[in-house]
């Protein structure tokens, strides 16, 4: 059985063909969409979701036209995000991504969005859908002609099944915030009194659903969110396993049974029937190490060739003549913390005989890993087990065997690399299959 899973993520779509019963992969494709648009104000962060259907439609009917039509296809997407559609489908807005940071300019008596809704339901963040929405409506930004609120990968699906209302996961839900997961609703008379506007919001399915059909009458799943579909995608044993993700950002998922209740630095996340999925996020994560390269070209006035490989041969000598207890302390985080956006990176354990710039790349590296480490730390308190199995993914990891094996030395386990590079893609078409 032939299945084609669709990652839309905030710089690249990903698609598969993957054979279900082998679990293997058939044919691929990566297209950086280059979807960004100029915000109109600070902390504004969009993108064209009527360039990203154009391009995922187009790569669609190019694969089908190489590989033959599919028994069904699945759905996956940067999670947060919204955006409004009006009574016949259509975007009327761009896609406000996870990135979007006007949640936090103050509002009513000095309070953002955030603050409103976090004294209301508990949680929130900048850059959730709900949080977006209610700045929105309180600046009066949203189009009259708006009628419901999607994310990208619910709206491609319904184009591609040419339907007028979007459906959402509890998933991509649960990411809006202000959401209740063991009632798989969101907080409707919560909300209610920080004076949002429900209307807008779509039905929510409790399980993993088909949205529709193509023209060619081809199944089409229900989004589900990027986060559970790189775990699926990536792990075999899903109980025993700690997954850590680097790219872009960088994220820890770990598997509960059962229902607990966050830390704060925590969110639990519907994943599967009979379990939930613990996931920690770093807002810059793999990110600092691309800044750190922004840095080498900058100091060094090569300002066009990639400096990545000198960092990792002055991190690699420097380990080698010194050892990892010499180099820099780094917290990398440098754009915040969900639950304190205004936290800033902190670099301390300079000394003479250490100031060495592979000092600084090791401590940038073990930053990232650490501030993952401590997450995955409240998981096992939250669930009173650990892992046996960690793997890794995402390229920031994938293309730094340094950064492997220290993820080895601080987890205590042997890591382990998924055979294919699009998880989340695949995590996708595997959940298509199971729905046939």
Same mark, same amino acid.
């Given at each position: 059985m032939k299945i084609i899973g669709i990652d839309i993520g905030t710089t690249s779509i990903s698609m598969v063909l993957i054979d279900w019963e082998k679990r293997e992969l058939l044919a691929s494709r990566t297209i950086h969409h280059q979807s960004f648009l100029e915000g109109k104000e600070p902390g504004e962060k969009i993108q064209d979701p009527e360039k990203i259907w154009r391009l995922v439609k187009e790569a669609l *009917?190019?694969? $089908?036209c190489q590989q033959g039509q599919p028994e069904a296809i699945g759905l996956?997407?940067?999670?947060?995000?919204i955006l409004y559609v009006d009574g016949r489908g259509e975007a009327v807005t761009?896609?406000?991504?996870?990135q979007d940071e006007r949640g936090l300019r103050p509002l009513e008596e000095g309070k953002s969005s955030v603050d409103i809704l976090r004294e209301a339901t508990g949680s929130a963040a900048a850059g959730y859908g709900l949080v977006t929405h209610l700045y929105l409506q309180k600046t009066g930004q949203i189009p009259g002609q708006a009628?419901? $609120? /999607?994310? $990208? +990968? *619910?709206?491609? /699906?319904?184009?591609l099944c040419g339907l007028t209302e979007p459906a959402i996961g509890m998933d991509m839900a649960a990411s809006w915030g202000g959401f209740q997961l063991e009632a798989g609703e969101f907080c409707r008379e919560k909300l209610t009194q920080t004076g949002m506007d429900l209307s807008y919001l779509p039905r929510v399915e409790k399980e993993q659903f088909l949205v529709g059909k193509t023209r060619e009458g081809i199944p089409v799943m229900g989004a589900i969110g990027d986060n559970q /579909? +790189?775990?699926?995608?990536a792990v075999e044993d899903v109980y025993d396993t700690v997954l850590i993700n680097v790219g872009t950002g960088s994220q820890i998922s770990f598997v509960s049974r059962n229902y607990v209740e966050g830390d704060g630095t925590i969110e639990l996340r519907p994943c599967m029937k009979d379990g939930y999925l613990l996931a920690g996020s770093s807002l810059c994560g793999g990110r600092a190490y691309a800044l750190l390269e922004q840095f080498y070209r900058?100091?060094?006035?090569?300002r066009q060739e990639s400096c990545?490989?000198?960092m990792y041969r002055d991190a690699e000598t420097f380990l080698q003549e010194q050892g990892m207890e010499q180099a820099w302390?780094?917290?990398t985080t440098f754009s915040g913390t969900r639950k304190d956006p205004g936290q800033t990176g902190e670099i301390s354990g300079i000394t003479v005989k250490n100031f060495h710039p592979g000092a600084m790349t090791v401590g940038v590296i073990r930053g990232i890993l650490e501030e993952l480490y401590q997450q995955y730390e409240s998981m096992c308190r939250l669930t009173g087990r650990r892992a046996g199995r960690l793997v890794g993914s995402g390229n920031g990891l994938r293309q730094n065997p340094l950064m492997q094996k220290m993820a080895e030395e601080l987890f205590q386990l042997k890591l382990e690399i998924p055979r294919y590079r699009e998880e989340a893609a695949c995590g996708a078409a595997f959940c298509a299959g199971k729905l046939l």
């Open positions: *009917d190019e694969l $089908i996956t997407g940067q999670m947060h995000g761009p896609l406000y991504t996870w009628k419901r $609120i /999607a994310g $990208i +990968s *619910d709206y491609v /699906a319904m184009k /579909a +790189s775990f699926l995608g900058e100091v060094t006035g090569n990545y490989e000198t302390k780094v917290r």
